[in-house]
């Protein structure tokens, strides 16, 4: 997926080097040179092509942290749309709630677009720098932006911008194609290529209350040109990610430099052939080839240079696995201050001692950034339901009725620990939960941990049994 964005992103960038986009749109869209570059950084981290990624690799904590919002989000929510002519594409998007989660937490939002293709309801997700906001209503509704699509037809390449503007009481959608010639872009009709041939130039949703376009996207304000273009949960943490992934290389590295080693002069692997040369004198030798794992494990050297004159010498480091992990942690626990979103959600509990008021502090930090992608869902949603029901009338498909039930499934008490650890004392009361799992959850150790710190059930001796 952002493989595809990322290749994308490195095409329209030297066409946003060379033209604005008000020439190719005729609006001016809110997109700074400064904004697109990070947009441009953070799609390029999401697929592991970040520019230091060529001497780093990931370590994986933009995974960590997009997998591990997933999986609340995906786990709570709960969808009941009773109009039949909107549930099928409904509970497709939500299926699919795992990308507006990623795109909203690594790129900083996307753009649904909900349409009609295919005699039914579909709809596009269109990640951030795929699409380019020219104007916000006061509230923040996006009302006027530009989608823009790399397409391929045979060796012609072009680019297809689809301007959207909603004026309060219609939509307007407006769509031009450009064929790119030596880095050059040249306007062409839309019938120039075979993917757009069928396309209406331009068209207009009359009577709408709202626009036929919805943006999913961080709540965070913009700190890098502060205009109302949403900016990814991990804007401010790049140099701290790229920290993390030269740290993980440099562990790696040194893992690899320290594998057992023995260098052994070459003549211990000379076989004499028993005659000597008739030119010189010298005995003949042949030097026995090493194959399979020793040759992993054996240098040749012309001796070692040591004043022994030794002829084998053993390799074996002591490695600095406990520093190099500590400062890898000491990383991963900055990027989960400077993201707010708690201890423990890239870094390993196990490696610091945390009371559990700290560490119920860590967990509470994380639901708050979670709640917030939920509110957006959930707000979200309903206005997709409304413009798919507004599509479903026009189309004849079933009535104009957007009503839809959205239910997080979130048991109140992982937003309140206080009641959280008194129904875990019922629990653990009624003999329905062990003691050892209260100290997983609520100390965050791991469950040998738990085991071990929790007190022994005293034993009594029975009076009336046989042996007392």
């Not at 999401?46 to 786990?75: T, Y």
Request: glycine share 8%; charged share 30%; with cysteine.
């Amino acid at each position: 997926m952002f493989e595809k964005i990322r290749g994308f992103f490195m095409n329209l960038l030297g066409f946003f080097r060379t033209y604005k986009m008000d020439e190719l749109t005729g609006v001016h869209t809110n997109i700074s040179k400064q904004m697109y570059d990070k947009i441009d950084l953070w799609a390029r981290m999401a697929s592991g092509d970040a520019p230091w990624n060529c001497e780093a690799k990931p370590c994986g904590v933009l995974d960590q942290i997009a997998g591990r919002l997933n999986m609340f989000v995906s786990r709570e929510i709960g969808l009941e749309v009773p109009n039949e002519a909107i549930r099928p594409v409904m509970e497709h998007l939500n299926h699919n709630v795992d990308v507006l989660v990623e795109y909203i937490a690594l790129l900083g939002g996307c753009l649904v677009r909900p349409l009609y293709a295919n005699s039914k309801l579909q709809y596009e997700a269109v990640p951030l720098g795929h699409y380019l906001p020219f104007r916000y209503d006061f509230d923040g509704t996006l009302t006027g932006a530009v989608v823009l699509k790399n397409i391929i037809d045979g060796e012609k390449h072009y680019i297809l911008t689809e301007t959207h503007d909603f004026d309060g009481t219609s939509h307007f959608v407006r769509c031009k194609l450009y064929r790119e010639e030596n880095n050059l872009l040249h306007e062409v009709s839309l019938e120039s290529c075979n993917q757009t041939k069928d396309l209406t130039p331009e068209y207009v949703w009359k009577n709408c209350k709202r626009p036929m376009i919805v943006e999913f996207r961080n709540r965070a304000v913009n700190k890098v040109d502060g205009s109302r273009v949403p900016v990814a949960m991990i804007c401010g943490a790049e140099d701290l990610i790229e920290k993390a992934d030269r740290q993980f290389e440099r562990m790696d590295w040194e893992q690899r430099g320290g594998e057992k080693r023995i260098f052994a002069d070459r003549d211990m692997f000379a076989r004499r052939r028993g005659f000597y040369d008739n030119k010189d004198g010298v005995v003949q030798a042949e030097v026995t080839p090493i194959t399979g794992d020793l040759n992993r494990l054996i240098v040749k050297i012309d001796g070692d240079g040591s004043a022994q004159g030794e002829k084998i010498h053993e390799y074996s480091p002591e490695l600095r696995t406990t520093q190099q992990n500590e400062y890898l942690q000491q990383i991963f626990r900055r990027i989960e201050l400077t993201m707010n979103i708690g201890k423990g959600s890239v870094s390993d509990l196990e490696s610091v001692q945390q009371t559990a008021t700290q560490y119920s502090g860590g967990r509470q930090e994380l639901y708050a950034i979670i709640d917030k992608i939920e509110d957006e869902i959930t707000e979200k949603y309903t206005r997709c339901a409304e413009i798919f029901a507004y599509i479903a009338a026009a189309w004849g498909l079933g009535a104009n009725n957007p009503e839809i039930y959205i239910k997080w499934n979130d048991d109140q008490t992982r937003k309140d620990i206080e009641k959280a650890k008194q129904l875990a004392l019922q629990e653990i009361n009624a003999g329905v939960k062990n003691k050892w799992e209260y100290r997983r959850d609520f100390y965050g150790e791991d469950e040998n941990t738990a085991k071990t710190n929790t007190p022994a059930e005293p034993v009594y001796d029975n009076p009336f049994s046989l042996g007392a």
